[in-house]
């Protein structure tokens, strides 16, 4: 087992019920949040993140075509982005975002064994307010934090594990550091 894994679908949901009302907690009206997911636990986050208090707004699809296939299955090539917003729903941006992103996941360019592609992270904080903060509870390999700081987003991170805490801590300094050089 890794840090914070639990067993039942009923643990689940109430671990993600209690960080996700944290998340709530902090975040001010309008703010919008976004919570990767598999097809195993889609349903109970969705109820988790609207136990918690958030308006459940609709999910993005994050297709990755380098997905390994699955012999006599179907190929496991998405994740879910499940979008909520802090009521009210406010838009901070005029633009309109695609529901399907296409991004490969790059073996090398991984740091974390959930890590996500830097370019889609940066798409996907496109509906968040220029210069707003962003509190990834989940820092991993700091993907979420050099996509704030090369789009002009603050960001607050939380990362358990010593070793990912360190090696996310040394990529988001060379982030800043080439971000203001």
């Excluded at 918690?52 to 006599?72: D, N, Y």
């Excluded at 909520?84 to 090398?108: D, L, M």
């Amino acid at each position: 087992r890794v840090i914070n894994d639990v067993g039942t679908l009923r643990e689940f949901i109430t671990w993600a019920t209690l960080w996700l009302s944290e998340c709530w907690r902090l975040a001010k009206p309008g703010s919008p949040i976004m919570v990767f997911t598999d097809w195993r636990q889609l349903p109970a986050m969705t109820d988790a993140i609207q136990a918690a208090g958030f308006e459940w707004r609709g999910i993005v699809v994050w297709h990755k075509p380098s997905a390994r296939p699955m012999m006599g299955s179907f190929r496991r090539d998405c994740e879910f982005v499940i979008h909520a917003v802090k009521a009210p729903a406010k838009a901070w941006t005029r633009r309109c975002f695609p529901g399907v992103y296409h991004y490969n996941v790059v073996a090398a360019q991984k740091i974390h064994l959930t890590s996500k592609p830097l370019a889609l992270l940066k798409d996907l904080l496109g509906i968040v307010i220029e210069g707003g903060t962003v509190l990834d509870p989940f820092a991993g390999g700091g993907t979420t934090a050099v996509a704030c700081i090369e789009t002009g987003r603050q960001f607050a991170t939380i990362e358990l594990s010593r070793d990912y805490y360190e090696r996310a801590g040394e990529r988001i300094r060379l982030a800043e550091d080439a971000h203001q050089g």
